[in-house]
């Protein structure tokens, strides 16, 4: 059975720092892209970042230059370091991990606020 925990969430002030980190495990096939959503109240699950099994990285345009995801594939695991923050990246965070089929973590809840 796959298992994906989610771990790093918390308060932070804005222009503070998070990292989250995702481990996987249960898994027995190639993990295609590993990557991250959030969904902030009131508002549908979107994109933040993803990693293909290549290193290749994609951003949504609200994050780039601030955050930054990175995968270990001999430990299954995947992390967002979080620069910069600002009250609009308030939202629960998901990890997702595609090996054809697309696993979701529970999520974990970032709030950026003074």
Known sequence: QVHL???????????????LSCAASGIHNSIRV?????QAPGKQRELVAYIGSGGETNYA?????RFTI?????????????????????????????TGVAYWGKGTLVTVSS
């Open 5 to 19: 925990v989610e771990s790093g969430g918390g308060l932070v002030q804005p222009g503070g720092s998070l990292r």
């Open 34 to 38: 590993m990557a991250w959503h959030r």
């Open 61 to 65: 345009d609200s994050v780039k230059g």
């Open 70 to 98: 990175s995968r270990d594939n001999a430990k299954n695991t995947v992390d967002l370091q979080m620069n910069s923050l600002k009250p609009e990246d308030t939202a629960i965070y998901y990890c997702l991990v595609n």
